[in-house]
Structure formats: C-alpha cells, structure tokens
C-alpha cells in the first residue's frame, strides 16, 4: 500500500531540543503533507511540499523531501510543551484524490 | 470561518440503534471527507464527497452510510453497529477534491462507543 512508514514511532525530548521525525512511502508523489493531532482531537495542517521541492520553512518547522529516496523529514527547532502531539505524513495514493496518512510519530516534549 | 465543525463530540450507542453524526464547513470547500480513526491509529479514509456526489467508498460496510444534503454539510448515518467500530469519526474538507494537492482542514472529531 501507499501509506507512509513513520519513524521513530515515538520521541521523547526537553523543552529547547529539535525534534526530527521521517516519513518514507512507496510509490511516486506529487505532494506530501503534515499534520499534527493534539491526543483525540481533529488533525491540523502544517505544511505541503511539492515533488519539485526540496526542502520548505514554516517558523519553527523545516520539510525536506528526497523523491530519490523516497522519504521526507519534519524538523522542529526549539521546541515546546505546547509540541507535544502526534505527527503523520500524508501522501496522495496516485491520481486517485485520495490522502493517505502514514504511521504517526507521538512526539512528548518534557517541561 | 475557517471551521470545520462536527456533532456530536461524543456518542454512546447500542448495537441496535440508529443514530447520526453531522459535519459541517462554511468555507465554500466543495470535497467533504469521513475519516475513521482507532487509537494509536493513523485516520483511515471512508468516504469522499466531491461537488456534493459520493465519489469514493472505501469499501465501507453498509452500516455506514454517508449523505451530503448540500455544500456545507455531511452526514453519516450508522445503524446495526458493532462493537469494532468504536472510534474517533474525523470529518474534513478541502478546496477542492483534489487529494494531496490541497491541504485538509479537519473537525475535532465525534468519539463513537458501540456497546
């Protein structure tokens, strides 16, 4: 299938830290995304790349991309209390106007 | 209104009973998405509303069974659950039915118990 593999599943870190998390998918893309989930409640967006993209900034997040390796990462700088949440990437399954979400990473950042 | 709003927040239900969940936008979004989500989950799609028509069924029992009166609201009515399909129901839109191409704003969800 599609979905995107997650990694690591879970990341504990202190406040201040960067927090890394990876996505790898299977097949070719178009855009990828990604979200947060706050624990039982709806996903917000944060960001999109486009295949032709490499690497994208939204304040304290940084995306990459590597079509080559099939793979992106979200990194978040300085981060805090208010991170804490779980991550999914998220990828259209071909021409199909399907978003498929991957694994999740739960991300707990420590006061 | 950059909302995506759903009711109930939170839903009890016998095996036996037929009850409804109901999303709604106002944002001129023109696909509506049901998601379901099981915990430690990532959402999995049901259903795809695009420009008010069911374009895609993701193989959703019967017992499912989505409507979209007009733009801004969507349904999903349940009957004859089971206790599986206890989860968090997440509803979404986008711009446009476009899959990954446009990001999708989300409602807090109605967390479903099928007794």
């Known amino acids: 299938s599609q979905q995107g593999e997650e990694d690591p599943q879970a990341l504990s870190i202190q406040e201040g830290e960067n927090a890394t998390m990876n996505c790898s998918y299977k097949t070719s893309i178009n855009n990828l995304q990604w979200y947060r989930q706050n624990s039982g409640r709806g996903l917000v967006h944060l960001i999109l790349i486009r295949s032709n993209e490499r690497e994208k900034h939204s304040g304290r997040l940084r995306v990459t991309l590597d079509t080559s390796k099939k793979s992106s990462s979200l990194l978040i700088t300085a981060s805090r209390a208010a991170d804490t949440a779980s991550y999914f990437c998220a990828t259209e399954a071909g021409a199909t106007n399907k978003l498929i979400f991957g694994t999740g990473t739960l991300l707990a950042v420590q006061p | 209104d950059t909302e995506v709003t759903q009711t109930p927040k939170h839903l009890v239900m016998g095996m036996t009973n037929k009850k409804s969940l109901k999303c709604e936008q106002h944002m001129g979004h023109r696909a509506m998405y049901w998601y379901k989500q099981k915990a430690k989950k990532p959402p999995e799609l049901m259903f795809v509303?695009?420009?008010?028509?069911?374009?895609i069924n993701e193989s959703v029992p019967s017992r499912f069974s989505p409507e979209c009166p007009n733009s801004s609201l969507l349904n999903l009515h349940l009957h004859a659950l089971q206790p599986e399909d206890s989860a968090l129901y997440l509803c979404?839109?986008?711009?446009?039915?476009?899959?990954?191409?446009?990001?999708?704003?989300f409602g807090p969800g109605t967390r479903l118990t099928v007794l």
């Open positions: 509303y695009s420009y008010e028509k069911l374009s």
């Open positions: 979404a839109s986008s711009p446009q039915p476009a899959g990954g191409r446009y990001e999708q704003f």
